[in-house]
């Protein structure tokens, strides 16, 4: 079965919050996903607060694979549906660019193990969420589980009905 992907352009907006810290002055972090990709240029200022800035980041495209769609299925049946946003920094600078938006928990998480410079979740605007149960509703397919059966040739040797070291190696 070819695999299917659909593609939807978002809108990312982060916040620069100031903190009290001998190493570093700030920290960022994913602020929202917006549903539609607005007219302003990326990393504008959008908000300015006394300890926090809040800015247009720019857009990115967020991915959905028919393959995933067990992923996508438990992330809006949580209840509390999240989308997986990672930022790096460019050549060490302190200057952000978009790395990735997902939908996908299992996808999130790697993400977030490969030590990206800033990941966060944020929650699902309602119009990608539906979106994605249209996806999921169109592409699911329910796959089974097959336990593997262990290989036992050339395994453990010993004869059942007894411990090891009484008399129930065959030889």
């Known amino acids: 079965m070819a695999m299917i992907q659909a593609s939807r352009e978002v809108g990312v907006v ?6 009290n810290n001998p190493w570093i002055d700030h920290v960022w972090s994913p602020a929202m996903v917006l549903d539609e990709v607005p007219a302003t240029a990326p990393w504008t200022a959008l908000s300015t607060e006394a300890d926090a800035t809040i800015y247009y980041a720019g ?3 967020i991915d959905l694979f028919s393959s995933d769609t067990a992923n996508y299925r438990d992330n809006l049946a949580d209840g509390d549906p999240r989308i997986w946003v990672a930022l790096r920094r460019r050549d060490g600078g302190p200057e952000l660019e978009l790395t990735k938006v997902t939908a996908d928990p299992t996808e999130g998480e790697a993400i977030f193990e490969s030590g990206c410079d800033v990941i966060g979740t944020v929650p699902m ?3 990608i969420a539906s979106w994605i149960a249209a996806f999921v509703d169109q592409f699911h397919v ?3 589980f097959h336990k593997r059966k262990r290989d036992r ?5 010993r004869m059942p009905g007894g411990p090891p070291g009484k008399g129930t190696t065959l030889t």
């Not at 982060?14 to 903190?19: F, M, P, S, T």
């Not at 040739?153 to 040797?157: L, M, R, T, V």
């Open 153 to 157: 040739a050339g395994g453990d040797q």
């Open 59 to 61: 857009s990115a495209s």
């Open 125 to 127: 605007p309602a119009g």
């Open 14 to 19: 982060v916040r620069r919050r100031l903190i």
């Open 142 to 144: 329910e796959r089974l």
